[in-house]
Structure formats: structure tokens, C-alpha cells
């Protein structure tokens, strides 16, 4: 049986989405793309039903509850007041736009969001398709020395020559973007923000942006509470 926990107490925030959401996704730890709306959700203060599938239990969910709820039968989906939202990253430009933060402010602000959470979508389809392999004992060591150091070289170019992130910490500079947690959680899930950014070493300019990440008081209480799991 998947479980379910009940995060967060009801602020302004639900309201302002309509509600308390109830995330269907994988038991795995703190990672992953559904790992990114509990993200958004923390630091925005949203309370939320976080309903976990074990790897074991999934497949057989996947042909009954979740195809229920999705056509593609994928999670993350989202089920809010009766409608039932699917895409991950059109989840999170939902949830920005209806809480009037984490897009940008102009045009060009959330066309840069945008684009950069663009090539972190192509990162992580890469990273998946290597971390879970059936021969992953080659093909992610192969993923770490190839693709996944052309990512990082271009986020990192990227964040140091953009005009909208060159003054940093955040993509668009001093407010954070639903991308932002995009970028933050790929790093996280290819462990590089852990010992002490060791992966990071010669990223100094996404170590600034993951520092800003985890220093945000309700991304930090997160961090350090038992509804993180690594
Ligand atoms: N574009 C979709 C991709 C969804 C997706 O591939 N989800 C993965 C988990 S992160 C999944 O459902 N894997 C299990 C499966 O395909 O059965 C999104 O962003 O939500």
C-alpha cells in the first residue's frame, strides 16, 4: 500500500492554489521531479498530502490507480479540488503563475526561467535513462563523464554571462524561480550538493545558486527535518 502523509498546516498559500494538493509519486527519498513540487511547496508554505509508491508496489498501481489519473500512467500527478494535474513542469509554471511568484517578473525573466529549466529537462531524461539502466554499473559512470559535465560547463556559462544571471544567486537574479528548484534538485539528485559541493568544485556559479537554494528559511526547515529523506 502507498502511504500517505499530511505536511504542512493550511496558509494563504493554499488558497491562493485552491486548496491542498495530494502528490501521487515514488518512495524515493528526497529526489526526483515530484521532489520539486514538495519543493515548491515547502518553501511557498503550502501543507500537502504526500502519497508515496514503493518501486515494488508501482507497476501494478500504474495499470489501475495512476492510469486512472493519467493517460501516460507517469507520476508525478497532482490531484486538487477534484482536477487531476499531470506534467511536472507545467505543474510547477501552474502553481508559480497562481501564486504570482517563481516565473519572473518580465518577459524576458520568464523566458530565461523557461529556458533554463529547459535544459535541465533534457539533463534529467539523460540521467534517468543512465541512473536506472539495467547495466547502469556502466552506463551512469559513462553518463558521469560525458553528458552530465557538458550540462554543468553550459548551466555554469550560462549563469555567469546572462545579463538577468550574471548578479545572481538565482537564474534571474534576486528572486527565485520555479526553475531555480529545478535546477537545485537535478544537482541534488546527481549528488553534488552533498560534501560539501564537492561536485560543484568547479561550478562556482551553481554552488552560489544551490548555497541560496538551501539557505531559504523554509527550504532550510525542510532540509533539516524528518520530512527530508536524503
Ligand atoms: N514529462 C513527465 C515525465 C514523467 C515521468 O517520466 N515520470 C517518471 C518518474 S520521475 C515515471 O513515471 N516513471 C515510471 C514510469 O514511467 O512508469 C513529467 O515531467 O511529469
Redesign the pocket.
Known amino acids: 500500500m502507498p502511504t500517505t502523509k499530511r505536511c504542512g498546516t493550511e496558509t494563504a498559500g493554499n488558497k491562493a492554489i485552491g486548496g491542498v494538493p495530494t502528490l501521487h509519486?515514488?518512495d524515493?527519498q528526497s529526489r526526483?521531479?515530484?521532489q520539486v513540487l514538495r519543493l515548491m511547496w515547502e518553501d511557498a508554505g503550502i501543507a500537502y498530502e504526500d502519497v508515496r509508491y514503493s518501486f515494488k508496489e508501482?507497476?501494478d498501481y500504474?495499470k489501475t490507480r495512476?492510469a486512472e489519473l493519467n493517460p501516460?500512467?507517469?507520476?508525478?500527478v497532482v490531484e486538487l479540488n477534484g482536477r487531476i494535474l499531470?506534467?511536472?513542469?507545467?505543474?510547477l509554471r501552474h502553481f508559480a503563475r497562481q501564486l504570482g511568484r517563481y516565473e519572473g517578473e518580465t518577459e524576458e525573466e520568464k523566458y530565461w526561467a523557461d529556458a533554463m529549466c529547459d535544459i535541465v529537462?533534457d539533463w534529467?531524461s539523460l540521467f534517468?535513462q543512465a541512473f536506472f539502466a539495467d547495466n547502469m554499473e556502466e552506463t551512469y559512470p559513462e553518463h558521469q563523464r560525458t553528458a552530465r559535465p557538458r550540462f554543468l560547463q553550459a548551466l555554469e556559462t550560462h549563469l555567469k554571462t546572462h545579463d538577468l544571471s550574471a548578479s545572481g544567486p538565482y537564474i534571474t537574479g534576486k528572486n527565485i524561480t520555479y526553475a531555480d528548484m529545478v535546477l537545485y534538485q537535478i544537482c541534488h539528485d546527481e549528488n553534488l550538493v552533498q560534501e560539501g559541493r564537492k561536485g560543484l568544485k568547479d561550478c562556482p556559479r551553481l554552488a552560489e545558486l544551490v548555497n541560496a537554494v538551501e539557505e531559504r528559511p523554509n527550504v532550510k526547515a525542510f532540509l533539516q527535518s524528518d520530512r527530508y529523506l536524503g
Open positions: 509519486y515514488f524515493f526526483g521531479r515530484g508501482y507497476p500504474k495512476i501516460t500512467t507517469n507520476i508525478p499531470t506534467q511536472s513542469y507545467a505543474i529537462i534529467r534517468i
